[in-house]
């Protein structure tokens, strides 16, 4: 198999593999079972497509085929149980999804994409229900949702690939031991279970904004999908202030993406980032759904991803980098601090007050921050301390501090950043101990 073509394939996969598992789920009721069937579906265009050629539309050729199989699947198990009556209500009901005539009409395709959403959101809540611990539900939604393999899954998450797959395989049994329905909550059970799938969201966020380990410094594509379900959130749950609160935080955040790599994919920090080139439509939506979630929530404190957003929405409105606003970002740091305490969150108010007081200010607040076990393996720890360090001009110190903070960090982009800038504190410390000549 030629590289474009394996490319192509794995974009297929990535963009088509949610819908295909959703729409089988519907059908079989069985999260793990539907996965295996969709998984199934690919294999078999793995082995057709190269010797074929790529169909038309590939998305329509997966579903049809997954859909095939799951027909097959139904047949064996319901009429070994004698429900050759449940059998024809699925084959008509895949029948009329998979009517060509029904895709001919723009009322039709909408309607088919409204379905399609509501599909998506049933996944995504089946793979984040309660009844799994969070890094189950993170994981499974990865895999699911975004398509991820278990290899990057197990990377994103710091553990091995067998580890990753019995994680995996625990909770499909566990949903389908539970009997978790493949449905929507309505409800008081939507507002109890929303709380869990907008941190998935956040996390799946994340993983694409900064990407834990691998290659690249980030993963647009995990990014536009927990775009994709920030807005079917919203669609949702449009009184909740805090799926608001997320959109425009994601969307703030996205904003920059063009702005973050340089041509060769390489990290460029907030600072350095030429900001005519953040996405201004995104930015406008970002602070359309702040203001939403402001409005929502009349006067009552913030949440979590509100506050995040605010955070955000200082460095949007900022178009240079002297215009930020760093007494308010301070302000808010402050806030987050009191509503969800948190190591990052202490490390990150750190280098807002060494920019707003100054970096000994900043690296006070650091150096407390040392002795945190739970940030002993994070790698931005010493890299901020290094930074600190470079604007007081303790070169050498910053030096070490950055070659520290590359042998902690997983991603090769992230990595030889942190080695680039522990090269160039290396010059200007051998300049500063460099012997002028006399006048």
């Excluded at 497509?49 to 097959?72: S, Y």
């Excluded at 999908?225 to 749950?237: C, D, I, K, N």
């Excluded at 994919?265 to 907030?270: A, F, K, S």
């Excluded at 739970?374 to 110190?397: F, I, K």
């Amino acid at each position: 198999m030629s590289a474009p073509l394996d490319a192509t394939l794995a974009a297929v996969w990535r963009i088509e593999s949610a819908r295909v598992v959703a729409t089988v789920a519907r059908r079989v009721r069985d999260l793990g079972v539907a996965e295996e069937l969709a998984q199934d579906a690919w294999l078999e265009a793995l082995q057709r497509w190269p010797q074929d050629g790529l169909p038309d539309k590939p998305g329509a050729w997966l579903m049809t085929t997954a859909q095939r199989k799951a027909l097959d699947w139904l047949r064996h198990r319901q009429m070994a149980a004698g429900h050759e009556s449940a059998l024809a209500e699925d084959l008509i009901a895949m029948q009329a999804d998979r009517h060509p005539d029904h895709a001919d009409t723009l009322d039709a395709r909408r309607e088919a994409q409204a379905v399609g959403s509501d599909e998506l959101l049933r996944l995504l809540f089946t793979a984040c229900h309660p009844v799994l611990p969070p890094p189950q539900r993170v994981a499974l939604t990865l895999k699911v949702l975004a398509g991820l393999s278990t290899a990057e899954i197990a990377r994103a998450f710091l553990v091995s690939e067998p580890t990753m797959a019995q994680r995996l395989v625990r909770a499909k049994r566990t949903l389908g031991e539970a009997g978790v329905p493949f449905e929507l909550p309505r409800g008081e059970a939507l507002a109890a279970r929303l709380g869990s799938v907008l941190e998935v969201v956040y996390l799946v966020f994340n993983e694409g904004y900064a990407a834990t380990a691998g290659e690249d410094w980030m993963r647009p594509a995990l990014c536009d999908e927990a775009l994709r379900l920030g807005r079917m959130l919203v669609q949702l749950a449009p009184a909740e202030p805090e799926a608001w609160g997320l959109l425009a935080l994601m969307s703030l955040q996205a904003s920059r993406t063009a702005a973050r790599t340089d041509a060769q994919g390489d990290p460029i920090l907030l600072a350095d980032q030429d900001r005519r080139r953040w996405d201004r439509l995104l930015i406008r939506h970002g602070l359309e759904a702040l203001a939403r979630a402001r409005t929502l929530l009349g006067g009552a404190d913030a949440g979590s991803y509100q506050l995040q957003a605010e955070l955000a929405a200082c460095h949007a409105r900022a178009w240079r980098v002297e215009d930020t606003d760093w007494g308010r970002i301070c302000a808010l740091y402050a806030q987050l601090m009191q509503r969800t305490p948190s190591p990052v969150v202490a490390l990150n108010r750190a280098v807002a007050v060494g920019m707003h007081q100054g970096p000994a200010a900043g690296l006070a607040l650091v150096e407390a921050l040392s002795a945190e076990p739970t940030l002993a393996a994070y790698p931005w720890l010493p890299a901020v301390r290094a930074d600190l360090l470079s604007r007081l001009g303790r070169h050498a110190e910053a030096r070490a501090a950055f070659e520290t903070a590359a042998r902690a960090s997983r991603n090769r982009r992230e990595r030889q950043s942190l080695l680039t800038r522990a090269e160039q504190a290396a010059r200007s410390a051998a300049a500063m101990a460099a012997p002028t000549d006399a006048a």
